[in-house]
């Protein structure tokens, strides 16, 4: 006898989009800002910080795509829907972002080797600008961060562009203050070591969910000792727990009976154990009697 169960938990998914589109449009007019004012005041803090400011953008619009593509409905092709997509799409930002803090380190080595003029108080002014935008994309993403790894990943490449602006600011009091222009590429280097260990955080949640990975490694002790405690169930067995998305996780597993309870009464019983821990969403139970013996070879 089988029986499964599921809710859906939109509500997350549609408040983080929402958040992603306020944060596309305002990376999207710091982005220009900072690039006028780093060509201008020839400053790579803040060239680097709109190059990362660039590669947001690009990263935001790919989140707002996973998450349109995460709500088609599921058909023939793939029964369990689109909802990885957003976790594809957070892998995806991962990457981008070890690949740009590569990039801004290589160019902080040639700027320390060859040492260019800085006009720190343009740069200080515009990287105030910056932070205080960037500040505001974390805000609203900061919350669904939580929830979703798209968003997450998103809050990730703003928060990195907030530590790009405190860097530049941070530089361009030291150059005001010192006229040493290393300042500049020396705190790009340390920035960008900040966001490699972020985007590795990132990439390793994604690929948990990509590799099929329980989201907590407590989740099937916790699960098999709910079900354990029902009445007439005497063992657990092939649990599996995975998850579709960042807020979407399944879980199906065999519950081998005494048959002193009706085998209805145990299915209502495990959804409602299921159910109590507040993670799973969609879980599929496989009642077996003990004198079952089909499935000997799959027991744990």
């Known amino acids: 006898m089988h029986g499964h169960s599921h809710h859906h938990p939109h509500s997350h998914h549609h408040e983080a989009k929402t958040r992603v589109k306020w944060a596309i449009l305002l990376t999207g007019i710091m982005f220009i800002a900072e690039l006028a004012g780093g060509l201008l005041t020839n400053s790579l803090a803040l060239l680097a910080d709109a190059g990362h400011m660039a ?39 991962g990457i981008i972002l070890w690949g740009l803090a590569g990039l801004i380190c290589v160019e902080a080595i040639q700027r320390i080797t060859n040492p260019e003029p800085v006009s720190g108080l343009p740069m200080l002014f515009i990287a105030i600008a910056g932070l205080v935008i960037n500040l505001i994309s974390a805000g609203l993403l900061f919350k669904s961060s939580h929830h979703n790894l798209n968003a997450k990943a998103a809050f990730y490449h703003v ?34 070591l900040i966001i490699i260990s972020s985007a590795y955080r990132l990439l390793r949640e994604t690929v948990n969910i990509l ?15 709910e079900l354990l ?20 996780t399944n879980l199906s597993c065999h519950l081998v009976v005494d048959g002193t309870i009706g085998h209805a009464v145990i299915l ?6 299921v159910r109590q821990l507040q993670v799973v969403h969609h879980a599929t139970f496989q009642i077996e009697p003990d004198t079952f013996t089909i499935c000997d070879d799959c027991h744990a």
């Open 55 to 93: 590669t947001d953008l690009a990263a935001l619009i790919l989140s707002l795509i996973g998450f349109l593509w995460a709500e088609r409905k599921p058909d023939n092709k793939r029964t369990f829907g689109y909802a990885r997509a957003e976790i594809v799409v957070g892998f995806a930002n």
């Open 268 to 273: 209502e019983r495990a959804h409602q154990a």
């Open 159 to 192: 928060l990195g562009d907030a530590m790009g602006s405190v860097g530049a600011i941070t530089a361009a009091v030291i150059i005001l203050l010192t006229g040493w222009t290393l300042a500049d590429p020396v705190i790009s280097i340390l920035i960008s």
């Open 211 to 225: 590799l099929e990975g329980v989201p907590d490694s407590r989740l099937p002790g916790q699960v098999t000792k």
């Open 229 to 248: 405690q029902i009445e007439g169930v005497r063992s657990v067995h092939d649990l599996h727990i995975w998850s579709l998305g960042s807020d979407h």
